[in-house]
């Protein structure tokens, strides 16, 4: 234990020299065991900055970007938040910690028992998940405060900001490439939105429907 906590609070301290300022953010990060979301094999590289691969071809992104989009995302306590893409679970459990709900979609089964388990282990009470298609959104549950997607979306997530409050926040990567453009949409309150470009990132992409699992 003790050399992973040397080893968060050097990640942590690398976080904020890149930009993650938000002692909130920080705090979430530090708090949450990324060794609990990686592969066995992977336990010694679970505090480095990168990107490792999980079950089902997917991956839990950098903590780097995590946090960069957790900041952007600005979460504020009593805050309904939707995420896209569980994977791992591990950003679902850092947005636990900032907002009074989370609800979260994934499309592959498998992968989203898995992160249920370790939500439950960590006591993450105020996370609610679904099955299903998260390009669809969660309509019975919207409007969000704030939405999180975690897989590259082809275009202008516009069936999820249809989900959003007025003054709501949307953070997504939008790109059909390999590297996409992070997006932030911040809602002006009449129903329009300001889109920002926040910066380049990689992420797998988002898929219509169901994944099927043999
Ligand atoms: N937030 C995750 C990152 C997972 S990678 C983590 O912290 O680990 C992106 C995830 O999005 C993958 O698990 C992938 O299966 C999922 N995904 C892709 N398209 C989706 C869709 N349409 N609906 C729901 N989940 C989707």
Known sequence: MKLDDERAGRLILALRQQGVT????????????????????????????????IDCAQTISQPFIVGLMTQALDVQPRHRV???????????????????????????????????????????????????????????????????????APGEPTELLKQLKPQGVLVAPVGRGSVQMLHRYVGQGDGSFRRESLTEVRFVPLVEGLAKEG
């Open 22 to 53: 938000d002692g909130r953010v920080l705090a979430a990060m530090e708090a949450v065991d990324r060794a609990l979301f990686v592969h066995q094999k992977f336990l010694d590289q679970a505090w480095e900055d990168q990107a490792l691969p």
């Open 82 to 152: 939707l995420e896209i893409g569980t994977g791992s679970g591990y950003q679902c459990a850092v947005l636990s910690r900032l907002a009074r709900y989370v609800y979260s979609v994934e499309r592959y089964r498998s992968l989203l028992s898995e992160a249920e388990e370790r939500l439950r282990a960590l006591g993450a009470d105020n996370v609610i998940t679904r099955h299903g298609d998260g390009g669809l959104g969660w309509p019975e549950q919207a409007p969000f405060d704030r939405i999180m997607v975690t897989a590259a």
